[in-house]
Nanobody, 115 residues
């Protein structure tokens, strides 16, 4: 019954910004570390960044300084703020978490950066 539902994707011009949201249910959200992944056409899925239950964040080098992960435990939601977007950021973005028993993935939301 765990669900992760992403939203906020869309078409943005290079240099633009977008904020993705991931709403979680079926877990005690405040106890879970969360992550964002992305998968571009013809490429493997890659880790974008993570945020722990203690609000510690880590980012891939490719997005560090441009992307910010945050979480609102009262809303069971994790966010990915994407600034200074580049065409190479174009991908389907996925919300992710895990526990002892399973990995959990959202359905993905498309981000396209193009002029």
């Amino acid at each position: 019954q765990v669900q992760l539902v992403e939203s906020g994707g869309g078409l943005v011009q290079p240099g633009g910004s977008l904020r993705l949201s991931c709403a979680a249910s079926g877990i005690i959200f405040s106890l879970y570390n969360m992550g964002w992944y992305r998968q571009a056409p013809g490429k493997e899925r890659e880790l974008v960044g993570t945020i722990t239950r203690d609000f510690t964040t880590n980012y891939a080098d490719s997005v560090k300084g441009r992307f910010t992960i945050s979480r609102d435990n009262a809303k069971n939601t994790v966010y990915l703020q994407m600034n200074s977007l580049k065409p190479e950021d174009t991908a389907v973005y996925y919300c992710h978490s895990r526990d002892i028993w399973n990995q959990y993935w959202g359905q993905g939301t498309q981000v396209t950066v193009s002029s």
